[in-house]
C-alpha cells in the first residue's frame, strides 16, 4: 500500500511539474508575440531613426551600427574617444540620445564591423536574429531540451535583449557553450567561446573559478594563450592607441557614468552596488559594500562547486553566482539567471512537494525578474538581488540533497 501511494504521489508530482512547464512555455510565447508586435509597430511609426524623443529604435544598437561604419569609413581612431564617437552619430542624427560610447575592448571590433555593411534596420534584424541563434544554440549544446530553449529565446529576458539591441543574447549563449558538460571533443568550442567573452568580461567572471576547481588546466592556458594573440592581432590592426583610448577615456567615462550618473538605466541592473546606489550611498561606498558580498558569496560557491556530482550541478550554480557577483550586469543578461534556474529545476529529482514548490518559485522568479526589475528600482525598493539570492539558497539546497553515486564522489569532467 505504501508503494501504492509513492507511486501516486510521484505521478501527482510529475503531472504538476508538467503543468508548470506548459504554463511557463506559453508564457514565454506570449512574451515573444507581444514584444515583436511592440518592435513592429515601433519600426512602422518610427521617424527616421527615432521612435520617440531622443530615443532610437532598436536602443544601444545605435552604438554597435555607429562603431562599424565608422570602421568602414576609416575612423576606427575616434571610435574610443566618446566625445568624437558622439561627434559622429550627430552627424546622422538629428537628436541629442545621452552619453553614447563603444563600451567593449578593441579586440570587439574584429567582430562589429560588419553591422555597418548594410542599412540600420537590415542590420539590426540579421543582429537580432543571429543573437537569438546563437542563445538556441547555446541552450541546445549545453543540454536543454527543445521546450527549455524555446522558453530562454521567447523569455522576458530575451526580448529585452532584442527591443534595446543589446548582445546579453549572444553572451548567454557563449556561456553556456562554455560551461556545457558536453566536454569531448568541444574544448576547441569551449575555448572560443570563453575568449569572446572577454569581451564582456563580467559574463564570463566565474568561468576561471570554474576551470581551476575541474582541473581544466589545457582550456585555462589555451584561453589565456587565445585571449593574448588576438590583443595582439588587435594591436596590430587598430594600433595600440585604441587600447590607450579605451582604457583612459571610454572606461573613464563609463566609470563616472555608473558611479554618479542618474537616469533609467539604473532601473535595468540587479546587482548589489546599485542597489546600494539607488538607497543613497555613493558610488564608492556602493562598489565596496558590492565588493563585500561578492567576497562572502564566493566561498559559499567554492563549497558546493567541490562537493557537486556533475558538471550540471556545477553549471547551475555558477550560472546564477554570475548574477549575483558581477557588478554591471543588465536586464537584458538575465537569461544567465533563467538559464541557471532551469538546470536546478532539471536537477532536482526530489518527490518532496514543499521542495518542488520552492523550485518552481525560483524558476518563475527567474523568468519574471526582468518585468519586475526596472518597476521595483524605480521605485525605491531595489529587491532583486534578494530575489536572485534566494534563487542561489535554493540551488545550493537542490544540490546539496541531490542523490549521490554509488561509487562516491565523481565528476563528468576533471581535465581536458
Given at each position: 500500500m505504501s508503494f501504492v501511494t509513492d507511486v501516486s504521489d510521484a505521478s501527482r508530482l510529475a503531472w504538476i511539474g508538467w503543468i508548470n512547464h506548459t504554463l511557463l512555455l506559453l508564457a514565454s510565447l506570449a512574451s515573444a508575440v507581444f514584444s515583436i508586435d511592440a518592435l513592429w509597430m515601433a519600426y512602422v511609426e518610427a521617424d527616421g531613426f527615432f521612435i520617440g524623443p531622443h530615443q532610437p529604435f532598436g536602443g544601444d544598437f545605435i552604438n554597435l551600427w555607429t562603431t562599424a561604419r565608422m570602421m568602414l569609413e576609416g575612423k576606427v581612431g575616434d571610435i574610443y574617444r566618446h566625445e568624437a564617437f558622439m561627434a559622429y552619430q550627430h552627424g546622422f542624427l538629428d537628436q541629442h540620445i545621452g552619453l553614447r560610447l563603444w563600451a567593449y575592448p578593441p579586440h570587439s571590433l574584429f567582430m562589429a564591423w560588419p553591422a555597418g555593411l548594410a542599412g540600420y534596420f537590415v542590420s539590426f534584424t540579421v543582429f537580432s536574429l543571429f543573437g537569438l541563434m546563437i542563445l538556441a544554440a547555446g541552450a541546445r549544446w549545453f543540454g536543454f531540451s527543445w521546450g527549455e530553449t524555446l522558453m530562454l529565446v521567447c523569455s522576458p529576458a530575451a526580448m529585452t535583449c532584442l527591443t534595446l539591441g543589446q548582445t546579453g543574447s549572444i553572451a548567454c549563449g557563449l556561456l553556456l557553450i562554455a560551461l556545457s558538460p558536453r566536454r569531448s571533443n568541444a574544448s576547441g568550442l569551449t575555448i572560443a567561446s570563453a575568449t569572446i567573452l572577454t569581451i564582456k568580461p563580467q559574463i564570463g567572471v566565474?568561468?576561471?573559478?570554474?576551470?581551476?576547481?575541474?582541473r581544466r588546466w589545457l582550456s585555462i592556458g589555451a584561453t589565456a594563450?587565445?585571449?593574448?594573440?588576438?590583443?595582439?592581432?588587435?594591436?596590430?590592426?587598430f594600433g595600440w592607441q585604441a587600447g590607450r583610448d579605451y582604457l583612459g577615456n571610454t572606461l573613464v567615462a563609463l566609470s563616472a557614468l555608473e558611479h554618479r550618473g542618474t537616469g533609467p538605466f539604473l532601473g535595468m541592473i540587479p546587482s548589489v552596488f546599485v542597489a546600494m546606489r539607488l538607497v543613497g550611498f555613493d558610488g564608492q561606498t556602493a562598489s565596496l559594500i558590492h565588493l563585500a558580498f561578492a567576497l562572502a558569496i564566493i566561498p559559499v560557491l567554492i563549497w558546493r562547486l567541490v562537493a557537486a556530482q556533475t558538471a550540471m550541478q556545477q553549471a547551475a550554480l555558477v550560472l546564477i553566482a554570475t548574477?549575483?557577483?558581477?557588478?554591471?550586469?543588465?536586464?537584458?543578461?538575465?537569461t544567465i539567471l533563467l538559464s541557471?534556474?532551469?538546470?536546478?529545476?532539471?536537477?532536482?529529482?526530489?518527490?518532496?512537494?514543499?521542495?518542488?514548490?520552492?523550485?518552481?518559485?525560483?524558476?518563475w522568479a527567474g523568468w519574471g525578474l526582468p518585468l519586475l526589475l526596472m518597476p521595483m528600482n524605480m521605485s525605491g525598493m531595489p529587491l532583486a538581488p534578494v530575489f536572485i539570492g534566494l534563487i542561489f539558497i535554493t540551488a545550493c539546497r537542490v544540490q546539496l540533497f541531490a542523490g549521490r553515486p554509488s561509487n562516491g564522489r565523481t565528476y563528468l569532467q576533471t581535465s581536458d
Open positions: 566565474l568561468l576561471p573559478l570554474l576551470w581551476l576547481i575541474q594563450v587565445t585571449v593574448l594573440l588576438i590583443v595582439g592581432l588587435s594591436a596590430a590592426a548574477c549575483l557577483v558581477a557588478p554591471y550586469l543588465h536586464v537584458y543578461d538575465l541557471g534556474v532551469l538546470a536546478v529545476a532539471r536537477l532536482d529529482k526530489s518527490t518532496d512537494p514543499v521542495r518542488q514548490a520552492l523550485v518552481k518559485l525560483a524558476v
